[in-house]
């Protein structure tokens, strides 16, 4: 059958306005409404025939049951919905009620026609909403990950409104030690700050082993600058809590959940940051980034560069120490998981690269040791050996005890592999 020996199937049937004949042949033709492809439809028999056929006006007609003449009002809905909302992207969604579908059905049953010729009834009412909501907002619709996402749910009449998260990316610097990187719940209270009806005495009450971290210095600045509902710390790794990360600082993302507010001023939140954490931590490079930065950051083992003081058990020789850096500069390591961290950790023994090693001894007992390392290489067991576990090690070569007594992070990333991917950030 031909085109128009469809429509006037379909037309038959009796009782179908304009759009939901347009709908049916939509995937025939491109650049109309189905409104307007129905009318067409409609001219075109009426000129073969002679008269054209009757429409029927979207209040009246039996298959949208009128809301096809409702697409103006639901976009004008959505946009009420956030108007306090700063965004440039959307996704519209619709619910469609049950007895549309089942008429759609019907409709090319009836008139003979595949059950999935054209297209849904949902697709257009998402399509036409959307582009009124985009002409109303000044926005972009964006089938990915749109700042806002609708559910128009017909059959309730109701309008539903999803912000999705805002990210940040930056660096932070750690400057002084004994802070985490992200909350750490106190274990005695399993974070309550209570124990029974008293204060947590590990805690203090604060519900946390330690009373600041990272994440508590930075995030919930961000959160308000934001005017977000909650906020999620990702690292690119995380040194310890007695380590210093100095240097160009280690990469970060800060997720803010139900974010009111987009366009920020990042420099400005940069300095509202460092205010705020009253040089415990600094941050810098802040900007905005797209949600594949937090997989980024969190998936990346990048290489880092430590420098670390160590303490001898014993003395040392300033030609055996350089035999030893030089026997572990370029090395291969082999880690079983360290005793420090076996009870959160997998036991396995990873094999890591040392890419390069340098260091001065201060006198006998005391030195310094820098160490470039690949992702994922524990630093303070490379010099201890930690009982064995790590070979080879800096206390293994010498024959000596070694202990790390200070460590700093200097460097996160190499040149030639950073993190600031102009893909995954926004400004």
Known sequence: ????????????????????????????????????????????????????????????????????????????????????VEFESYQVGTRTPALIEENERLLREDAGLPEDAGELFKSEFNREVGKRFGTLTGTAVDFGRPDVQFLLDLAENTVEAGINS???????????????????????????????????????????????????????????????????????????????????????????????????????????INAFAEG?????????????????????????????????????????????????????VEQDTPKRVDHRRASKTRVRDVYEVDGELEDSRTASVTVHGAGGLYIKELISSDEGRTTPSLAGLLGVDAEVTALDVLRVDGEDEPFEDDDYLLE
């Open 1 to 84: 059958m031909s085109v128009l020996e469809d429509a006037r199937a379909v037309h038959a049937v009796g009782g179908v306005c304009d759009a939901c004949l347009g709908r049916v042949f939509a995937d025939l033709s491109f650049g109309l409404t189905n409104q307007e492809r129905g009318r067409s439809l409609r001219v075109t028999m009426g000129l073969e025939d002679d008269e054209e056929p009757e429409s029927v006006e979207p209040t009246d007609c039996w298959i949208c049951e009128g809301y096809c003449a409702a697409f103006d009002d639901w976009a004008e809905r959505a946009a009420a919905a956030v108007e306090d």
């Open 166 to 272: 805002a990210f940040v990316y930056g660096r932070y610097r750690k400057l002084e030690r004994d802070i985490p990187q992200t909350k750490w719940p106190c274990s005695a209270c399993t974070g309550s700050g209570r124990q029974g009806r008293e204060p947590c005495p590990e805690c203090d009450g604060l519900g946390y082993r330690y009373p600041e971290s990272v994440e508590q210095l930075s995030a919930p600045v961000v959160e308000d600058v934001m005017d977000g509902i909650g906020s999620t710390f990702h690292g690119a790794g995380r040194e310890d809590v007695d380590a210093r990360m100095l240097g160009t600082g280690r990469p970060f993302v800060i997720e803010v959940e139900d974010p009111r507010r987009r366009d920020i001023d990042t420099d400005r939140l940069e300095g509202d």
């Open 280 to 332: 415990k931590v600094e941050v810098e490079g802040l900007t905005l980034a797209t949600h594949e930065m937090v997989e980024r950051v969190k998936r990346h083992e990048a290489s880092k560069t430590y420098e670390a003081q160590v303490a001898f058990g014993d003395d040392v020789t300033p030609e055996a120490f350089a035999d030893a850096l030089a026997e572990l500069d370029g090395a291969t």
